[in-house]
Structures are given as structure tokens and as C-alpha cells.
């Protein structure tokens, strides 16, 4: 087995991820040799050595880790990303996790902007296999404040798995996570620089904040999906267009869910020139307001982010209707975003982001209605136009 910093792991010559892909392991038997199926059917032995087997180990429990990670840090991503084809599944695992560990460090309360910017800079370094991951999570860890989750320490903790599992994908798949976690390392931290209660300055700062932490990885599963299924190679360009819209209305969603809990940590995301439009001071509401003039720039905002979703369908239209996991991940992701719009545009004088919170029954309501609809497109046009009615729409739709 050869292996390096960024390498893919190798087994008796062939790649781990070959091994788990594209060939698939069928048992690891106490001497050193490995059996394994190809796509023929016929059946190959390896030659694996006592490293080999150590490292293959690692990796399955890092693999381990990661699921119950991602069960931890995200219920959405944990309930979408096993619909993907096996084969994506740890790779937009893995890339969840790297931005978690990001957003880590951009969400402490108590780390200064410039020690973040500088604790990024050293993330892209491990992910690029540039310095040692186990050193790293020591460091952060104990600079990372006591009033951060404890999923997110143990997230930091567990660097050095989340990496290898960075380093055993293939050379595509490692680009693609490693460009991901550089554009948004940097660009959380030029954010952070700036971030108060005074909001943001206009929509083209939003529109440049959302794809910062969201448009981009949005750009990272194009590369993945792309790689994956070669009929949407014809697409990419489009995809890779539509695919920071598709993170700008997630993104956006999020946001108005949670400008109050970000309030109270001194955060606005809101753009000011926005609400200074319709009379309205960003800086100057409080939790719950019922300023005309604040939910009058609130309901332009819905706008815009439903509007995002629409080109998120575009997007999840192009993947072919055979692959119907890969269409799930994504509008499970629209619908539950569309959801929360009209829970906010019910109650636009919410206080907090748990009042807008949609139901473990809608979430069931929505994968029933993914799995009844996915494979036409046309019943899946009707339907988001049937769930979108009630938000209020502005005249253009935002086109990538």
C-alpha cells in the first residue's frame, strides 16, 4: 500500500476509493490477502500487508465517526445525504464536515477576527495535506471557546479522521472539497472583519456572503455529481451556474430563520440599503418587531430567496430522472427551504428561529411527496408552484 499527504490510499496496487466504489470489498480474511469482486464479476485477490490492513481500519472507522458526526452536527444532512448512490455518500459527507469545521472556528463568540482568519488559513493546510491534522485539532481546541457546542469540540477533536477520509478520495473529489474549503475559508474571514448589528451594506454583499459559505458548495457537489454521472457532463457549465443560486436561496432561508439568534450574538446578515429603502433602520429592530417598514423589506427577501429556490429545481431537473437519490438530496433541501419561508411569512413577527422551525411532520410530508414525485419533472414544477403560492414573488426571477 502506498499512501501521502493528498494521496489516495492504495491496496495491492489498486485505489481504496476503487476498492469501495468500483469494486467493492468482499471480505478481509485473517491472512494478507483481500478478495474483491470487479465489475465482471469475476473475483481478484491482493496482496495486503500488516500496514494495509491498519490503514484500511482507520478508515472505516473514521468512516464510522463521520456518520454519527453528521448525525450530531446536522439533521439535514444526515437525512439527505443517504439518499445519494453509495458511491457519492462519503464524499459530500466528508465535504459537509470540512465546512463544518470551518464554520466552527467562524461561529466562536469569543475568538477575535484575525486569530480566525489565521485558523483558517492553517485548516486549508491540513485539508491540503500541507500540515498535521492531530497538531491542528490540539491547537484549536484549546483556543476554541467553552461556550461552543460540545459537538463542535468533539468535531475539532476528531480532525485527523475527518481528514483521512479527505485524502483516501480520488484526485477529482480532493480538488473539488480542498477549492471549497479555500473560498470559504477566506471568505468567512473578510466577513468576520466586518460583522455587527449594522447588517451588511447592500444585496451585492449578501449575494457575495451566501456564496461564500453556501454558492460555493454548491459548486463542490456540481464537481461531485459531475464526476459521478457522466450524463450531466453536457450540463456543467449550467449546473455549476445554477448551483450558487441553488446555496444562495438555502442560504438566504437560513438566514432570515435566524437573524434573531444571530441578533443576540451581535450578527446581522440583513443588507441595509434594502430595508433603507422601504424607511427601515436594520440596526435599530429588536426581536419580534412589527415595523411596517422591517417586514416590508423582510417580505422582499422572501422574494428573492424563493425566487433562488426556483433555480434550485432548474438545477435538480438536469440530474437525470433515473437517479432519483441524487434528486431527493436536493429537493428535500428545496422543499424544507420552501417551508420555512411560509412558516416566516405566517408569522413575519417571530423572535426567534425556533418559532419558525418546520415540524417532523412536514419533514415526513415532504420525503413521501419527493419519492411519489421525482421522476417527473412536470409533476415537480406543478408542486413547487402549489408550495411557493403563498410567498410573495418580486416581478424578475433571479437568472445565474
Not at 483556543?143 to 484526485?171: F, G, K, Q, Y
Not at 471549497?180 to 475559508?185: A, F, H, K, L
Not at 460583522?195 to 451594506?201: C, E, F, I, P, R
Request: charged content about 20%.
Amino acid at each position: 500500500m502506498a499512501t501521502g499527504r493528498g494521496a489516495q490510499i492504495r491496496v495491492g496496487g489498486i485505489g481504496l476509493q476503487d476498492l469501495q466504489n468500483g469494486l467493492g470489498i468482499v471480505t478481509l480474511p485473517p491472512d494478507d490477502r483481500v478478495f474483491v469482486h470487479t465489475r465482471t464479476n469475476t473475483t481478484r485477490s491482493l496482496d495486503v500487508t500488516r500496514q494495509d490492513r491498519m490503514l484500511m481500519a482507520a478508515l472505516e472507522r473514521a468512516l464510522a465517526y463521520q456518520a454519527q458526526s453528521l448525525q450530531v452536527v446536522s439533521r439535514t444532512f444526515a437525512l439527505t445525504i443517504p439518499q445519494l448512490p453509495e458511491a457519492l455518500r462519503d464524499a459530500v459527507g466528508n465535504g459537509y464536515l470540512l465546512c463544518r469545521i470551518a464554520d466552527t472556528i467562524e461561529d466562536d463568540p469569543d475568538m477575535p477576527w484575525e486569530k480566525k482568519a489565521c485558523w483558517q488559513a492553517k485548516f486549508l493546510q491540513v485539508v491540503e495535506g500541507a500540515d498535521d491534522p492531530a497538531a491542528f485539532a490540539a491547537a484549536l481546541g484549546a483556543d476554541l471557546s467553552p461556550e461552543m457546542p460540545e459537538a463542535e469540540h468533539d468535531l475539532i477533536r476528531h480532525t485527523p479522521e475527518v481528514v483521512a477520509i479527505t485524502h483516501s478520495l480520488n484526485p477529482t473529489q480532493q480538488a473539488a472539497l480542498s477549492r471549497c474549503v479555500r473560498i470559504m475559508g477566506m471568505g468567512m474571514a473578510e466577513f468576520q472583519q466586518h460583522a455587527s448589528l449594522q447588517g451588511l451594506a447592500d444585496m451585492a454583499a449578501l449575494d457575495r456572503y451566501c456564496y461564500v459559505v453556501a454558492g460555493v458548495v454548491g459548486e463542490m457537489l456540481t464537481s461531485l455529481f459531475v464526476e459521478f454521472e457522466p450524463l450531466l457532463a453536457e450540463h456543467d457549465a449550467e449546473m455549476q451556474r445554477l448551483a450558487v443560486s441553488f446555496g444562495q436561496g438555502l442560504q438566504m432561508t437560513n438566514i432570515l430563520k435566524d437573524i434573531w439568534d444571530d441578533w443576540q450574538r451581535g450578527v446581522s446578515w440583513m443588507p441595509r440599503a434594502l430595508f433603507q429603502r422601504h424607511g427601515c433602520d436594520i440596526a435599530g429592530v429588536r426581536p419580534g418587531s412589527r415595523d411596517p417598514a422591517f417586514q416590508a423589506g423582510l417580505t422582499e427577501l422572501l422574494g428573492i430567496a424563493a425566487n433562488h429556490l426556483q433555480n434550485a429545481l432548474r438545477y435538480t431537473l438536469l440530474i437525470p430522472a433515473g437517479q432519483t437519490g441524487m434528486r431527493d438530496f436536493c429537493l428535500w433541501a428545496i422543499a424544507m427551504a420552501v417551508l420555512t419561508l411560509r412558516r416566516i411569512a405566517e408569522n413575519p413577527a417571530f423572535a426567534s428561529g425556533s418559532e419558525v422551525k418546520i415540524s417532523r411532520r412536514s419533514v415526513h410530508r415532504v420525503v413521501f411527496l419527493s419519492r411519489l414525485l421525482h421522476r417527473s419533472d412536470a409533476l415537480l414544477q406543478w408542486s413547487f408552484r402549489v408550495g411557493v403560492k403563498p410567498l410573495p414573488l418580486p416581478s424578475a426571477v433571479a437568472q445565474p
